[in-house]
C-alpha cells in the first residue's frame, strides 16, 4: 500500500527547477526540496548578490545555506524511480520554436503557461504554483503567455513602465516622469488603458456595425448575382430563339425564292419546247412544199404547170410570220438584283440596330456599391484622348491628344464638320458609358470641365458648354460653379489644380470631385443619360491656359 501511495503521489517527488525525479535531493531551510546539482546551480548564479532565494517561495537566506542530502528523501524517490513511474511530462509540454518558455526550467525548457508583469518572467505550470499559494504574489499580474515582456522596461531606468505620458504618447516609468517628462499630462498606465478600453468597445461597436451592413450588402449581392445571371441566361437563350427564328425565316425565303425560279424555269422551257417542237414541224412542212415547187418550176408541160401551181402556191396563215409568235426571253438578272438589294437593306437594319444592342448590353451590371474612397474610384478609370477633328483651330493638341492648350493664334486644322468655330472647345474620341472615372490637371485663369452627348451643335451660342440640356460642365477658377441647360449653380468647395469626375451612366451619376491630398465630392447629378457621354474642355482665351486628362494607374 505505502508503495501504491508514493506512485500516486509521484508528482510531488519531482525536483521544480529541472522537472524530473529527485537526484540527491536536498532540503533547503524554507522546506522545499531540489536536486542538489540544481539548486547548486542556481544559487550560484545568485553568489553575485550575496543574497540566496528559494525558487519556489523566494525566501531568501543569508548566508548561503549548507546543502544536505535528504536521506529519507532519497530512499523514497529511489523507490518510486524502481516502480518505473515517469514523473516527467509529455513532449507536447515542452517548448519549442516560437514558444514562450518558462524561465525557470533549466534543463529543458516547458511552454510557458502564464507570464507576470510584475516579475517579468514566463512560468510554466509548475514553476507558477508559488504565485498560487504564496501571499508574496498576491498582487503579481498574471497574463498569458508573453514574448514581450521586456517592452515594459524603461530602457533608460531600468524600470517597469506603469506611467502614460499624453503629451508624448508613450509609456514611460515613474522615474521619467519627474525627469525629461517632468511637467507633461500623465496618468497611469492603467487609467490610460481604461480609457482606452471604452474607445477600443466604441471602435468595436462600430466595426461590428459595418460588418453587419457590410453583411448585409454581401447578401444582397450574392442576390443580385444570381439574378443577374438568370437574367444573362435567359437574355442569351431568348437571344439564340429570335435569331434562330431570324435564320428560319431568312432560310424560308431562300427556299422560297429558289423554288420560285426553279418552278418558273420549269414552265419556261417546257413552253419553249412546245414552241420549239412546233417550229420544227412546220420547218418540214415548208421544206417539203418548197420541194413540191422546186419540182413544180423544172416542170416543161405548160398545161400541167398552170393546172398544179394553184394548190402547191397556197401557203399556210400560220407560216407567213412565224418569228412575231416567239417574245424575247426575260432574264433572271432581276431577281438576283432583287435578293441583293433585300440582303442591303437587312444588313443595313442590323448594322443599325447593333450600337442599340451593345450599348444596352454594356450598360447592365450587377448591384454595386457607390466607390468611397480614391483607390475604389481608379477602379474605373478610362484612357481617353481627345479627338483632333472637334478642336477648336486656337487650341494645340499635345502629340498622345491628351492635353489641349490655348495659343492665341490659328493651328493648322483641316476643315472638319465636327469642329467647334466659335467657342474654344473640344470633346473626345470616345463616347462613355457604364461605370467611368476619370481625372483632369488644369492651369491657368479658368477651364471647364465638361460632358455632353456627341450630336451637339458646333456653331452659335448654344455650342457652348452648360447653355443647354446636353451639356453637364464644372467651371474651375478661383472656385467653382456648375452649369447645365443655361443654370448656373455656385458650388462651394477646396480649390484644387485636379479635378476627378465619376460617371455611372446606367444609375444617371455624374460626380465631379475636387482631388488633393484628400478627395472632396463637390457636385453630383442625377439624372437619366439616353446617349453616350463624351468628355471635353472649355478654355476661356488666356494664352497658356491648358487642361489635361491625367494618366492613372
Known amino acids: 500500500m505505502a508503495q501504491q501511495g508514493i506512485q500516486l503521489d509521484g508528482a510531488k517527488f519531482c525536483c521544480s527547477i529541472c522537472l524530473d525525479l529527485l537526484k540527491n535531493p536536498v532540503t533547503i531551510p524554507c522546506?522545499?526540496?531540489?536536486?542538489?546539482?540544481?539548486?547548486?546551480?542556481?544559487?550560484?548564479?545568485?553568489?553575485?548578490k550575496k543574497i540566496h532565494s528559494c525558487p519556489q517561495c523566494r525566501q531568501t537566506f543569508m548566508p548561503r545555506p549548507v546543502l544536505v542530502k535528504n536521506t529519507m528523501l532519497a530512499e523514497l524517490v529511489e523507490e518510486l524511480r524502481k516502480t518505473g513511474h515517469q514523473a516527467a511530462p509529455p513532449d507536447r509540454c515542452y517548448a519549442g520554436p516560437g514558444d514562450v518558455a518558462c524561465d525557470f526550467c533549466t534543463v529543458?525548457?516547458?511552454?510557458a503557461f502564464k507570464s507576470c508583469l510584475v516579475c517579468l518572467a514566463s512560468y510554466c505550470e509548475q514553476h507558477l504554483q508559488p504565485h498560487y499559494e504564496s501571499s508574496t504574489f498576491e498582487k503579481h499580474k498574471l497574463v498569458d503567455p508573453s514574448k514581450k515582456l521586456q517592452e515594459n522596461i524603461c530602457s533608460r531606468h531600468d524600470e517597469v513602465m506603469k506611467v502614460f505620458c499624453h503629451t508624448d504618447q508613450q509609456c514611460i516609468c515613474y522615474l521619467c516622469s519627474m525627469d525629461e517628462h517632468k511637467g507633461h499630462d500623465t496618468v497611469s498606465a492603467a487609467a490610460e488603458r481604461t480609457d482606452r478600453q471604452k474607445e477600443l468597445g466604441v471602435s468595436r461597436q462600430k466595426i461590428?456595425?459595418?460588418?453587419?451592413?457590410?453583411?448585409?450588402?454581401?447578401k444582397v449581392l450574392q442576390r443580385e448575382v444570381k439574378a443577374f445571371s438568370r437574367s444573362a441566361d435567359k437574355a442569351v437563350e431568348d437571344s439564340?430563339?429570335?435569331?434562330?427564328?431570324?435564320?428560319?425565316?431568312?432560310?424560308?425565303?431562300?427556299?422560297?425564292?429558289?423554288?420560285?425560279?426553279?418552278s418558273r424555269q420549269k414552265a419556261e422551257v417546257s413552253h419553249a419546247k412546245e414552241l420549239q417542237e412546233k417550229l420544227k414541224q412546220e420547218i418540214a412542212e415548208l421544206r417539203r412544199k418548197d420541194a413540191e415547187l422546186e419540182q413544180l418550176s423544172h416542170m416543161e408541160d405548160h398545161i400541167h404547170f398552170l393546172h398544179s401551181y394553184p394548190s402547191l402556191s397556197r401557203l399556210s396563215e400560220s407560216t407567213d410570220s412565224p418569228s412575231t409568235n416567239i417574245r424575247p426571253l426575260r432574264y433572271f438578272e432581276d431577281v438576283t438584283a432583287a435578293v441583293s438589294e433585300a440582303r442591303d437593306k437587312l444588313q443595313g437594319i442590323l448594322t443599325e440596330e447593333w450600337p442599340k444592342i451593345s450599348l444596352t448590353v454594356a450598360e447592365v451590371d450587377v448591384l454595386l456599391p457607390h466607390p468611397k474612397t480614391r483607390a475604389e474610384f481608379l477602379q474605373y478609370s478610362r484612357q481617353i484622348t481627345l479627338d483632333p477633328n472637334t478642336a477648336n483651330t486656337y487650341l494645340s493638341l499635345s502629340k498622345g491628344y491628351s492635353k489641349t492648350t490655348f495659343m492665341g493664334k490659328e493651328q493648322l486644322y483641316a476643315s472638319h464638320p465636327d469642329r467647334f468655330v466659335q467657342r474654344l472647345q473640344v470633346l473626345s474620341r470616345e463616347g462613355l458609358t457604364g461605370r467611368c472615372y476619370w481625372e483632369v490637371e488644369w492651369k491657368g485663369t479658368q477651364?471647364?470641365?465638361?460632358?455632353?452627348?456627341?450630336?451637339?451643335?458646333?456653331?452659335?451660342?448654344?455650342?457652348?458648354?452648360g447653355r443647354n440640356d446636353k451639356y453637364w460642365a464644372l467651371d474651375c477658377y478661383n472656385s467653382y460653379d456648375f452649369r447645365h441647360n443655361n443654370i448656373t449653380t455656385p458650388i462651394p468647395g477646396p480649390r484644387s489644380s485636379r479635378v476627378g469626375v465619376y460617371l455611372d451612366h446606367r444609375?444617371?451619376?455624374?460626380?465631379?470631385?475636387?482631388?488633393?491630398?484628400?478627395?472632396?465630392?463637390?457636385h453630383r447629378v442625377q439624372t437619366t443619360f439616353t446617349q453616350p457621354l463624351h468628355p471635353g474642355f472649355w478654355l476661356p482665351g488666356c494664352i497658356g491656359d491648358t487642361a489635361e486628362l491625367c494618366k492613372l494607374k
Open 31 to 48: 522546506g522545499h526540496s531540489y536536486c542538489m546539482s540544481c539548486i547548486k546551480s542556481c544559487w550560484d548564479e545568485e553568489d553575485q
Open 240 to 262: 439564340e430563339k429570335i435569331f434562330t427564328e431570324l435564320v428560319r425565316f431568312i432560310e424560308k425565303r431562300r427556299s422560297d425564292v429558289k423554288e420560285q425560279i426553279r
Open 208 to 218: 461590428q456595425q459595418r460588418i453587419q451592413h457590410r453583411e448585409k450588402d454581401v
Open 507 to 522: 444609375a444617371g451619376i455624374l460626380s465631379f470631385y475636387s482631388i488633393s491630398e484628400t478627395m472632396t465630392l463637390l
Open 108 to 111: 529543458r525548457k516547458l511552454k
Open 447 to 465: 477651364v471647364s470641365v465638361a460632358v455632353s452627348y456627341k450630336d451637339i451643335s458646333r456653331t452659335g451660342n448654344e455650342c457652348q458648354f
